[in-house]
């Protein structure tokens, strides 16, 4: 539970007035610091692949030979109908 420090009729405390700080000076930046900067922020550039890759890959999607005996069967889940068990025992004991 939760306890209060101050009675109920007290008069809120008033703080002293917040400090202003001091404009700051502006920071320049330079364009080495610019370009360093922009070098971290973009991604490396894709390292070149050899065209007999790109062949090879192309023969392999068409020449694949695809078959359904790779394919696991589906197995067989039994439904969940655990909720509904209270229900039917209710429902045959009325029957009784």
Do not use: C, G
């Amino acid at each position: 539970m939760t306890d209060l420090i101050a009675p109920f009729d007290a008069e809120p405390v008033k703080r002293p007035a917040d400090v202003e700080a001091p404009p700051r000076t502006p920071v320049l930046i330079t364009e080495q610091q610019v370009l360093f900067a922009t070098a971290a922020a973009v991604p490396l550039r894709p390292v070149k692949t050899r065209w007999i890759d790109s062949v090879r890959a192309v023969l392999l999607a068409v020449f694949a030979v695809s078959s359904n005996e790779k394919r696991p069967k589906r197995r067989h889940y039994p439904p969940r109908v655990d909720f509904l068990e209270d229900s039917r025992m209710a429902r045959e004991m009325t029957r009784l």
